[in-house]
């Protein structure tokens, strides 16, 4: 059996199984194309609560979606150049610091940094394009239950109102993903305008999570662009606090601490700003 067909098995194995599984939407009409299927199980697993699935379903379930990440192309962190040798950048530690435009998902390294919500379960909200969503989705559903066994442990602590503050670091494995480990924070959100305490906050998550990189031996880590999007900080600032705050830390602990740190943008805008940046 070729590998197509044995990835549309693995489809419909795993359609089958979520549908049941979600009872209410178990005679869910998907449609015979391979992207409405395909559509119909990321949105079955984007909606479904952190509970017990049994082990046969999650080892298909890692088989295809590791089969997945293969076909949509994994990138080593080695294959992407750093500043210095892209930009000519002539900034303190630009051998160590890079930019990289496409899926975080892709990306074979130690880490990847998920922008989080403070609930910390990622996106429930069927193929979302939001970074969480997409995190969740290509990890498989052990993220969820990982990151739900995190905050049930928080809130035996702390009550059950419990929520994830701002700027901190939460790692938890990578699972299906091509990254070994996900780095979660939560990002500030901007209402009517950026306030130093938000400018304070966006530099803790990125000052965090390079700490929890080094407190657990991870020496590849790739940023998202925090809090931009649907937290609405303004990109061209967040960039400026992300650089800069990378800058510093290494001038703290010591750029031997990294191999390399991975500026990761989806859209154009950010690539320009993240360009100029790395350019002077």
Sequence with gaps: MTENKEQEKRLDYLLKEFKEDSVKYKDLETGSRYEDKRMALRSLMNIRLPRHMSED???VQDEFLSQEAKEKGIVTWTEIPDAKRQYGCRKPYADKLSLWQGDIT???VDAIVNAAN???LGCFVPCHRCIDNAIHSAAGIRLRAECKHYMDSKRMQAGKE??????RAVLTKGYSLPAKYVIHTVGPIVGYRVTTALRKDLENCYYNVLKCCVENGIRTVAFCCISTGEFHFPNKEAAEIAVRTVTQFLAEYGEDKF???IFNVFKDE???IYENKLKK
């Design 162 to 167: 419990y929520e994830e503050p701002t700027g």
């Design 118 to 120: 403070s609930q910390m």
């Design 106 to 108: 892709r990306l074979s």
């Design 57 to 59: 379903v999650l080892k």
């Design 259 to 261: 191999d390399r740190i």
């Design 270 to 272: 950010d690539r320009e």
